[in-house]
Every structure is written in structure tokens, then in C-alpha cells.
């Protein structure tokens, strides 16, 4: 039911600097080690991998480039063995130009598509000028005898701007209209210039500056910013056939770059974990231990030089540091994942995946069994199966629970008469659910102390174990307060026994966290006080929590009986309607929140109870796909 992380051993390979893009190679493609940075760079110095991760890291960077420009995906060969500096290096540098001649084109087209907006630019500007016929040049022009005037004045101005210029021998064309002007065109005598100037300011007038480059008649204009347009679509359309043109020839060459770049992938992914002086390195990682003679095997047939291996167990000193490879039934795969939600078990820890994947499944029977509902359930699982990586399998164990609930309540679809209860309708008699659900809390509890002193005694933290709120004292404090609890409400006792059952085990806890505390006699005090209160708060609101199990298996029969009260006022159609309706809400609406409340009991009244979820993921060196 339960286990731990793998077993590791701390693997060190000593070798000769020929052999270590072969071991890379080896090891990547075995998947069986995690890295561990360098430790001994201070005594050895040199880092032979450096070179060869630099160039593998620019390859793969101008890879990135070159494939923005292909749609389709490129075929690859497996690799063939490792990758040589020098291979890498030929590569990197051919890739280097078939970049520079892309980058080239591409810049070309960056230029054309400036060009082009700024050409439909002058083409949005001159639609303002369309129905002035006149050469736009003459506007910028100094006439001896006239004066132009072109801009914008608000619409509520123009009339009156008419009436005072007629007066002044002044020609007003209002050739435009926005949203919130008038764009008018005003020509006048010279010696009149000043006089118009003031009437325009007083009637909000906005001087236009037309466009160098609209200086001719605006239907000449447009014509000519078509054309302009038309050749700048046909110099894109024609360096982008360059662009396919260059990926079609160099497409052998894209193709045995990825490759190379996928054989060279362990090898640079270990530069940063390789330390060496002269023709020496070494390598170092954490295995697991059942694959410790399956390594050596495979190193002496591939390595061509003597090498040394050796493999420790993990000192008291490196528990922390040491990752979690967790090994499940594919099953448990949805599970596994929201365990990780929470967070990874350290090295030693219990796992709890199995556990959590029974209890989940339990709790969410009990407070929604219904067999169609649950049948739905795995149905909604079945269909939307792709768009979710472990829907199917999660709603599965989900809905076969509901099922097995439904049969024991004797509910199908909220019809309570259908089929005949194996056991007995939550309603029927409340008060036996309340204590059942009392009782799966307490036993609930009482596991996940179990776990926790496993888990203080599998790092050696005895007095922990012993005497904290996560200890024995802990799991015997939650006993005498469930004994204190049934006396007083079975008995009406409430004596010096019960007291005793209670505040022997708190005394302990807080003796123990007295010893721990760092400060002085007043700080000790109070935090002590502090957590004495909440030690008990805490135990008897974990255990009522779970009452929650109950209350949502009596609110699903309730929820069941609102939607047949409803149909019961309908007509046939309606009532139908109603039903199906009524069902598809609880299943949704109800349906997601117990998914919730049995995940929050998991993980406030369990995980974080016992499991610290602060280890680190067993990361493998493998050979990387591009």
C-alpha cells in the first residue's frame, strides 16, 4: 500500500577524457542518472566539457532560427553514437552560414515591409485629399498674388466660417469629412493673408503639413503608391522563394545538424557536472541501486580505456540533497501527478501515492454515490480523454466509486425506489453517517501520525519521533482527546482520568518544543502558550473536518430531491427536461466541489501532516529530442 522513493546509490566514474562523450552517450541512453554539479572543481580545475557545451548551445540557438521558417517537421536519423568537437564544430559553422544568408533575406523583407507601411500610410493620408482636385504641390507653393490655408476646424465652426470669409473675396471648400472636423482648403489675395489668418484662429482652425511625397494631383498620386505597393509585395514574394529555396537545397544539411545535435545532447548537458586535470575526469550522479550492475556491464563493453567506479550509500549528510525517483502502476499515473501538486517526497520519505489514491477514491464514493452518476462520470472521463493526459483513468477510479456507493445507498440517477440499497440510504438515519464519517477522520488521523513518525525516524530524528506534535506524544494526545471526547458525550464523565488522557501527551509536546525554542524565558512562554492552544484547536477541528463526508453524501440525496420536487410541478415535457437538467447540475456543480473538498482533506488533513514535500524530482540524463 505504501512504499518509499527508489533506493539510490551515489555513483562516481572516473575515466579518460576519450571516453566521457561515450559514457554521456551510454548513460543518456540507459535514462538511470541524475547529475550532480561539480564538487571537486576546487581540487581538479579544469572543465573539459565547457568547449563542447559552448558550441553545442550556439548549434542549437541558430537551429532555433532556421526552423522559424519551416512548417512542416524534418525527419532525423537515430544517432549514432557521440558526437566529436570536431563534427559540432563543422556543423555549427554550416549552419552559421545558411543562418547569415537567411538572416540577409530576412532583412531584406523587414526593409520591404517598412517601405510598405509606410507607403499605405501616405495612401490612408492622401483618401483625405481625394476630392480636392488640385496639384497638392501648389499647396507649399509661395504664389506672389494667392495665399493657401489647408487643415481642420471642428464641425460646429464651419458655417460661420463661410459666412465671415464670403465677405473677404476668399474661396472656403470643405473637402473632407471626419468624425470631428472638417478638413477645408481656403485660398486668398496675398494682401488679405493677415486678415484671414485671424478670422481661421478664431474658429479653431488646425494647419495640415502635407507629405513631401504628395506633391502631384491625388488620382496620379494614388496610382503611384499602388505601383509602389505592387513592388514591394513582389520583392517580399520573391525573397521569400529565396528563403524556401535555400530550405529546400540545404534540408540534408538541417537534417544531420538535428542529429548531431541530439547525439551531442548528454555530452553537453554533462560539461557542468565534469571536472578533470589533464587526461583525467570525473563524473558523478545518484542511481538507483537495483541498476548498479546493469551500468558497469555496459560501461566495460562500450569504454575503450580502464575506468573506476564506484558506488556509496547516502550519508546522513547528503538525505536532503538526494532526489526521489517514485516508481508506480501506470494506474496511479493521475494520482502521482497531484501528489506532486503538493509537492515531491524527500529521499526516505513515505510515498504516499497509493494511500492517497485509496483514500481520494473512498471519500469521493461516499459523498456522491449515485451509480448513473458515476457511470457519467467515467463517460465524460472516456470522452475528453485526449484533451486531458490521465482524465480517463482519474475518472474512472472516481466514478467506479461513485458506483459501488450508489449500489450501497441504493441511488440511480437521485431515484431513490429504483434499485434496493446493499446497505442503506444516507438519509435514512444521518446521525449512523455523522459517526461513520467521525470515525473515518479519526482512523484518518491516526495514519497520518503513523507516517509522520516513519518518516522523522527514517532521517534520524528520534526525539522528534518520540515526543513532538508529529511524534508518538502527538498520536496520543489525538487519542486521549478522542477518549475524553466519547466519554463525555456516551457517559457525561469529564473527570481527572479524561483530563489526563488530554494534558499528560499536550504536556509532553510542549516540553518538547520548550527544548527547541530559541530566546528568552518570556518568548519561550508565550510561544508555548500559543501553540498549546492551537495544538488543540487544531486536533479537533482536523477531526470534525471530516464530518464533511457525511454532509455531502446527506446534500446529495437532498440536491436530488430539490430537482424531483421541481419536476413534480411540471408538465411531462417539463418534467423530462427538469430532470435530466436537474442531474447534469449536481453532477457538474456538486460533482466539482466534493473533487475539491476530498483534495483539501488530502492535503491540509493529511499531506501536510506528514510529508514535507520538499524533495527533489530524480531527473535522468537523456538524450534530448529537437
Known sequence: MLGRPVPLKHLSLAMLDCDAPIASDLLASMRVIHLIENRHHQILGEFPGKRYQSLYQKLENRLKKVLHHIDEPITTDAPSGPVSLQALQQAEQEIYDLWKQLSAHEEQIRITHEKSQHHKQLANSLSRFENLNIDLSWLSSDSPFLKFFIGTIPHNELEQLQRALSLANTVVDPFHKSAAHHYIFVATEKSHQQDIEEILKAASFHELTIPDELRSRPQQLREELQQQLSSNQQLTDHYQDAIQDLITTHQPLISKALTLLRGASPFATIASCLSGRGQLVILEGWVAASRIEEIDQKLQSRLQHPYLLTFGTPSAGEMSTVPSLQQHPRLLDP??????????????????????????????????????????????????????????????????????????????????????????????????????????????????????????LAIDQRAAALWSGRGVSGLLFLFGGVFAAYRYMVDQQFALLELSSIFLPLGLILHYRWDTIEGGLNEKILITLIEGVDKIINNLSATLSFLRVAAFSLNHVALAAAVFTLAEMMDPLGHTITLILGNLFIIVLEGGIVAIQCLRLEYYEGFSRFFSGKGERFTPLKMETH
Open 335 to 456: 494520482f502521482k501527478k497531484l501528489v506532486n501538486q503538493f509537492g515531491v517526497p524527500r529521499y526516505g520519505e513515505v510515498d504516499p501515492t497509493p494511500l492517497f489514491a485509496l483514500s481520494y477514491t473512498l471519500m469521493f464514493g461516499m459523498m456522491f454515490g449515485d451509480v448513473g452518476h458515476g457511470a457519467f462520470i467515467i463517460l465524460a472521463g472516456f470522452l475528453f480523454r485526449k484533451k486531458v493526459s490521465g482524465l480517463f483513468t482519474f475518472a474512472s477510479f472516481a466514478g467506479g466509486s461513485s458506483i459501488l456507493f450508489g449500489f450501497l445507498y441504493g441511488s440511480l440517477f437521485g431515484f431513490e425506489h429504483l434499485i434496493p440499497p446493499l446497505w442503506m440510504s444516507p438519509m435514512s438515519d444521518p446521525t449512523q453517517m455523522l459517526l461513520i464519517a467521525l470515525i473515518w477522520g479519526i482512523g484518518f488521523l491516526t495514519i497520518t501520525h503513523l507516517l509522520s513518525i516513519a518518516n522523522l
